[in-house]
């Protein structure tokens, strides 16, 4: 059977005056003027929903029944497959995967797209069919995703093009691998019995190549689901507390969100002050967002490592939730405005708190769902309520203007602690020349020093650098070439 993921059912949510929380939050200035919508377009038609967007800020999805990769230069572009398809995951090579119509048995056949070889198959032929798909590319060109058999349960499965197609096991019935981390650490979700049932217990596991499949267990509950995972290996999700899906109503039962890390496990997070609470996205620094019940409604939250749990508010509705979170502090998602049935997609900051981001002109609603580095927000605009009414793919900029020396001086760190001896001073050179040339004002100079670095960067992958040190610096540097205008 076809193990979907599912998110915690909504519950009865609360807005009483919200928790006080105080905190004080490290982040980048940020304007806080309304951001204006642009429109994405479409492959024919009038609707197209994203998927995800990258560091480079392009944008995949589906539309008018195809895949697209949209960019700044090209627009929407179809990516050729020969029969209905959608893109579901984009890494920062620009390489991207989803689902295509086609095969023997005919059905829904995970894919991997890059610039060079066009649409490939990832799987061999009559392993699957139905609504096999993939949920992740990372950027060492790994594809983690389902897939549904004919006569068996569905498999989370990992691919890469030296490896081929790999299964992830069981943890006792069907299983589907949700999201997978720089250093191949694979999250998702899988029945714990061999049963048929969409209601029976599913708990949420890790997986790497080491390890095999991990249950990550509950919070005391029956069920349990991994949404995300970072490259320090935080997953985060939410569990039952008490009871399960399938129990309530009308028995009992609370959910919460969760932290899982390998020294600590699973951890709640809490709520802010209602019953209920899950989280949706997790940054580098262990940031996690969701949504909580407060005492009528449920509201945004950002959980940080420092200060717990915090109400991120609303536009003026009962309700809001936060659906991703950027490595500089940016919060996306969506609010309940004061006109009933109107939700609005919103950016949030501790500069600025809740700056609304509105649909495009003609649309009613809007909703703000993924958020890169460089502050490039992707979402939808609707001609009536978000997310179902005729959704349009819609970007916002918001763009972070940090202090690039700092970031610099960041990264220098970084490399500082990863005891690289010759090949850290000859990195950490290279920064901190790019650092002298941005004082300076010499703009060209510092971009062409750090054009350097992603090279000799570039070189050491897999053999001084680890993939994922590699990966983690090559961020960090592509983004500062970025803000500085390289």
């Not at 479409?42 to 197209?48: A, D, E, Y």
């Not at 998602?333 to 609005?344: I, M």
């Not at 819609?394 to 500082?416: E, G, M, R, S």
Request: glycine share 12%; hydrophobic share 40%; proline share 5%.
């Amino acid at each position: 059977m076809t193990l979907v993921p599912r998110h915690a059912p909504s519950s009865t949510l609360s807005r009483t005056l919200p928790l006080v929380v105080v905190i004080t939050l490290f982040v980048a200035t940020v304007a806080v003027a309304q951001p204006q919508p642009i429109d994405l377009g479409t492959l024919g038609g009038t609707t197209s929903t994203p998927a995800a967007i990258n560091e480079r800020s392009q944008v995949v999805g589906s539309s008018n029944g195809h895949a697209f990769l949209w960019t700044a230069t090209t627009g929407m572009m179809d990516l050729g497959t020969p029969t209905s398809s959608f893109a579901t995951a984009i890494n920062n090579l620009g390489h991207v995967g989803g689902g295509v119509l086609s095969g023997d048995p005919f059905g829904t056949h995970p894919f991997l797209w890059t610039p060079e070889g066009g649409v490939v198959e990832i799987e061999p032929p009559h392993v699957s069919c139905c609504g096999s798909m993939v949920s992740a590319v990372n950027d060492v060109d790994q594809v983690v995703g389902t897939l549904d058999a004919l006569i068996r349960p569905s498999r989370a499965f990992t691919w890469t093009s030296t490896g081929g197609m790999q299964t992830l096991g069981s943890l006792g019935g069907a299983t589907a691998a949700v999201d997978v981390n720089n250093g191949g650490l694979v999250v998702g979700l899988g029945y714990v019995v061999p049963h048929l049932s969409a209601l029976d217990p599913r708990h949420a596991f890790a997986w790497t190549e080491s390890t095999g499949m991990l249950d990550l267990g509950t919070l005391g509950g029956i069920d349990s689901q991994a949404v995300d995972v970072n490259d320090a290996g935080q997953v985060v999700g939410w569990s039952f507390t008490v009871g399960s899906l399938v129990s309530c109503p009308p028995a009992p039962c609370i959910h919460h969100a969760f932290l899982w890390t390998a020294t600590a496990g699973m951890v709640s997070l809490g709520t802010l002050g209602g019953t209920n609470s899950e989280a949706t996205a997790v940054n580098a620094d262990g940031w996690v967002v969701g949504q909580s019940d407060v005492t009528q409604g449920s509201d945004a939250f950002l959980w940080t490592p420092d200060h717990g749990m915090a109400d991120l508010g609303t536009l003026g509705g009962g309700f809001s939730s936060a659906l991703d979170v950027n490595d500089r502090g940016q919060v996306v998602g969506w609010s309940g405005t004061a006109d009933s049935g109107v939700r609005r997609g919103f950016v949030w900051t501790a500069a600025g708190g809740m700056v609304e981001l509105p649909p495009l002109p003609g649309y009613a609603s809007s909703e703000a769902r993924f958020v890169n580095n460089r502050g490039y927000i992707v979402g939808v605009s609707c001609s009536s309520a978000c997310p179902t009414g005729n959704p349009r793919a819609t970007l916002w900029v918001v763009p972070v203007k940090d202090d690039a020396q700092q970031q610099l001086a960041d990264t220098i760190d970084l490399i500082l602690s990863y005891n690289l001896t010759k090949l850290g001073t000859s990195l950490t050179d290279k920064l901190q020349n790019a650092s002298n040339f941005v004082a300076a004002g010499q703009v060209s100079q510092a971009c062409g020093t750090l054009t350097g670095f992603l090279h000799q960067v570039s070189a050491q992958k897999g053999k001084a650098l680890t993939v994922v040190q590699a990966a983690a610096l090559a961020a960090r540097v592509i983004r500062i070439r970025n803000d500085i205008g390289c």
